[in-house]
Every structure is written in structure tokens, then in C-alpha cells.
């Protein structure tokens, strides 16, 4: 595997072929066979890949020719198959969330360990480098401590049918599993640990099985965050938002990949240094008459040096979709140099899978006491 990085892929959907079509940009990557309970689905994708077709994961596994399973099933599938890839001595990429129980995750990551096998759940989001921005803003302390934050989610339900396995939790985990586990891991990434203070969901009205309405609030060190996820939207309005407020300023984000970032606050000239360097091209915006000398203003009894009042944005003129394929391939070549070389430090890692999947299944629990209809 240090020149070729053979793939057998479980499922055969339109999100499969996206990330496949990203993996193999990857200079050694080839796809050897695909299985789909969906026979036709499978088909085209091995035409499209130059694949051969596996009845089924277990014929897939007996592959000899396959180094690594890549699993894109629905989440109620994810244990299974991911532990039957790696007793047959496969390394696992499945898809998010690692299963529908924190212990299954567990029990995955140990199998993997006890022998030497990769396995993660594609929390791709850690790959952008507008959160490794963010993480080192957060580090230097550049806007002072954090205070609270928040995650909107105004997804859209426009290809969720009523029939389609997201709505059903014993499939899907429900919204905090199927779809928060990006974002629990996200923000753990920047603040640490949370813990899960409150969570509930709500029900369609016309709908008494549907849930499309989740909201959370974890406390970390410093501070708070709130997170809301909404299915509801037609297509043309999905849009998401994420802010982090501090003691100097703020940083919002928007596109639940984030491909804007826009940075209020108070900064000495050092500090504006410092992000102009770690951002590279973006437009600053002053506020008010370029000052040349300190200003002190106070806020929480501190009081607060600074020598300009911005405002920073900054795009990722690749668009979402160019973005999402470039963390697929971030992601692939990472994991790919830990299967080389076991002292490569991952950028995630199987306890990305594990804590963020407690974290929604924590929020899961509490919400079930406190269900709104």
C-alpha cells in the first residue's frame, strides 16, 4: 500500500459516486468492487468506475485485492458492516455516524486497534482551512476568551420524502446522530469537551412520526453553545450559520461546510498581522477613522488595548462543492499516510467518532424526556 490504495465500496449512492470521484484524484487510488442491496445502482457505479460488482459485503470482503472499505450505507448499517470489514482484516472509512450506540463505536475503534487497522468516520469538517483558522484564533487567544456560541441549521427536507429512512430513527438515530455529529466534533475541536445540558426535539404538526426539529445546548470550559438543527426548508433557502463570540469580537461562519468567514473585533496591530497572515487574501474592512494611536475600552472589568476596530471577510472562491470534494481528498490522504506509516498523526481519528457520537446520543436521550409536539 505505499503506491496503490485498493477500495471496495458498500453502497452505490449518488453520495458514494461524489466521494468517489474525489478519492480517485488521489494519485495510487482504484476502486476494485462495489456491492448495493440496490443491484442496479451497483451496476452503474462499477461501469462508472471501472469496478467489478460483489453480490454482497461478504463476497466483497473475500476480495483479496481490497486494502480498504469505504461504507456509505444508511447509519443503521454502519456497525455491522464496519465490523465485519475489519474481522476480515480490512481498513474501515464508513460514513457518518460510526453507528446508532455509543458502545458499538467503541467496540469498533478497539477491534481496529487490537489489530493495526484504520478505522474513522469521515468527520471531513476538521479538513477545511477555515476551522484550522478558527482553531488558531481560538489558541493564540487573539479575540480573548471564548464567551458562547451557536450552530443553525436551516437544512432543506426537499429530497427527504416522508418514506425516506431519515425520519426513521431506528434507521437514521434521529437528527442529533444522523447529522449533529459534525458539528458536536467541530466545536470540540475548538473548545474542548462539552457536556450536554439540555436537548429537545419537535414534531411536525401534520405529522405525528415525523421529527424535524432538533435544538441542544452544550456547556464547554469557558462557555456555551447552542445548536439547532431544522429540516424544513425548500432547497433554494437551506442556508447555515455558526458564530463564536469572545471577549474582543466574534467569528461567524456560513454553509454548513463553511465557506465564508467574517471576523468582528479589536485588534492591536500585531493581532491584525497575525490574521492577515494565517488568512491570507482577505478584505478588511475598518470601521469609523483609522486610529494610530491605543484605544482602551473595558468589558467584563478588564480593560482592553486595541488599535483598530475590523471587520474581516474571507471566501472560499471554490463554492461548496469544489470545497466538500477537497476535504474528501484531505481527508483520503491522511488516513491513507497513517496506513503507511502508524507514527503519522491523523487529523481525525476513531475518538472523533466515538466522543461525538456520545455527545448525540446524550442529546438523543435528554430530548426524549422533554419531546414538544
Keep these: 500500500m505505499e503506491n496503490k490504495l485498493n477500495i471496495g465500496v458498500v453502497g452505490a449512492g449518488s453520495f458514494s459516486a461524489f466521494a468517489v470521484h474525489a478519492f480517485l484524484k488521489i494519485e495510487g487510488v482504484q476502486i476494485i468492487a462495489a456491492t448495493d442491496i440496490n443491484k442496479q445502482n451497483a451496476m452503474q457505479f462499477a461501469k462508472t468506475f471501472n469496478a467489478i460488482v460483489s453480490d454482497d459485503i461478504s463476497s466483497l470482503l473475500q476480495n483479496e485485492q481490497i486494502d480498504l472499505i469505504y461504507i456509505a450505507t444508511p447509519p443503521f448499517l454502519h456497525y455491522r458492516q464496519s465490523k465485519m470489514a475489519l474481522l476480515a482484516g ?14 458499538e463505536a467503541e467496540e469498533l475503534a478497539f477491534l481496529a486497534a487490537s489489530n493495526e487497522l484504520l478505522y474513522v468516520v469521515n468527520l471531513m469538517q476538521r479538513y477545511n482551512p477555515m ?4 482553531s488558531k484564533i481560538i489558541n493564540r487567544k487573539v479575540l480573548g476568551n471564548f464567551l458562547h456560541g451557536f450552530f443553525e441549521n436551516y437544512a432543506s427536507d426537499e429530497n427527504l420524502k416522508a418514506e425516506h429512512w431519515f425520519w426513521d430513527e431506528t434507521k437514521s ?16 475541536g475548538w473548545l474542548g469537551k462539552g457536556v450536554v445540558l439540555n436537548a429537545l426535539t419537535l414534531k411536525r404538526s401534520d405529522n405525528i412520526r415525523i421529527i424535524d426539529r432538533a435544538q441542544a445546548t452544550l456547556m464547554y470550559k469557558d462557555g456555551t453553545v447552542n445548536f439547532y438543527h431544522g429540516f424544513d ?27 465564508k468567514m467574517k471576523l468582528h473585533g479589536l485588534l492591536t496591530h500585531k493581532q ?23 484605544k482602551k475600552v473595558t468589558g467584563r472589568f478588564k ?6 476596530e475590523i471587520t474581516l471577510e474571507l471566501v472560499n472562491e471554490n463554492g461548496k462543492q469544489k470545497t466538500y470534494e477537497q476535504l474528501l481528498i484531505n481527508m483520503l490522504v491522511d488516513q491513507w499516510n497513517w496506513i503507511k506509516d502508524h507514527d503519522h498523526k491523523r487529523i481525525i481519528e476513531d475518538s472523533n467518532a466515538v466522543e461525538s457520537l456520545s455527545l448525540a446520543e446524550q442529546a438523543t436521550m435528554i430530548s426524549k424526556k422533554i419531546n414538544y409536539s
Design 272 to 294: 491584525l498581522k497575525y490574521i492577515q497572515d494565517i488568512t491570507g487574501r482577505s478584505e478588511i474592512i475598518y470601521k469609523g477613522e483609522v486610529q494610530t494611536k491605543n
Design 131 to 134: 476551522y484550522e483558522i478558527v
Design 90 to 103: 480490512k481498513h474501515v472509512i464508513c460514513e457518518k455516524p460510526a453507528a446508532l450506540k455509543t458502545r
Design 233 to 259: 426548508q425548500p432547497m433554494i433557502l437551506d442556508r447555515q450559520e455558526m458564530r463564536l463570540l469572545f471577549e474582543r469580537g466574534e467569528i461567524t461562519l456560513y454553509e454548513w461546510i463553511p465557506v
Design 173 to 188: 438515530g434521529g437528527i442529533f446522530i444522523e447529522h449533529g455529529v459534525h458539528f458536536f466534533d467541530m466545536f470540540s
Design 303 to 308: 480593560e482592553i488595548i486595541f488599535d483598530k
